[in-house]
């Protein structure tokens, strides 16, 4: 069992940045791909990004490389998705996930609550 409590999301003006952060407990990250998704309204869930189980892999979805970045520290068991350029379009509640693969949201194993992004023009 791994549990993944998430923080950092919050309301935010276009342009500006968030981090968040994702803690997880009960294994070390290090077994797992972990990844980020995000639903925004009316839609499906879908992969912002993934941080392979190697540090330096990593598996862009929706996000751009150039807004979005994610990070991983083992030592804390947290992996992070830092946020740059904030575009209304990004407006979401974002979920922290973990699983052997992350391809799509049907991969992951476990999930956190979700913290909720929104981003006004």
């Known amino acids: 069992q791994v549990d993944l409590v998430e923080s950092g999301g919050g309301s935010v003006q276009a342009g500006a940045s968030l981090r968040l952060s994702c803690a997880a407990s009960?294994?070390?990250?290090?077994?797992?791909?972990m990844g980020w998704f995000r639903q925004r309204p009316g839609k499906e869930r879908e992969l912002v990004v993934a941080?392979?189980?190697?540090?330096?892999?990593?598996y862009y979805g929706v996000a751009d490389p150039g807004r979005f970045i994610v990070s991983r520290d083992i030592a804390k068991n947290t992996v992070y998705l830092q946020m740059n350029d904030l575009k209304s379009e990004d407006t979401a509640v974002y979920y922290c996930a973990a699983g052997w693969v992350l391809t799509s949201a049907q991969d992951a194993q476990w999930w956190g609550q979700g913290t909720r992004v929104s981003v006004s023009s």
């Open positions: 941080a392979g189980k190697s540090s330096s892999r990593t």
């Open positions: 009960g294994r070390p990250l290090s077994n797992f791909v």
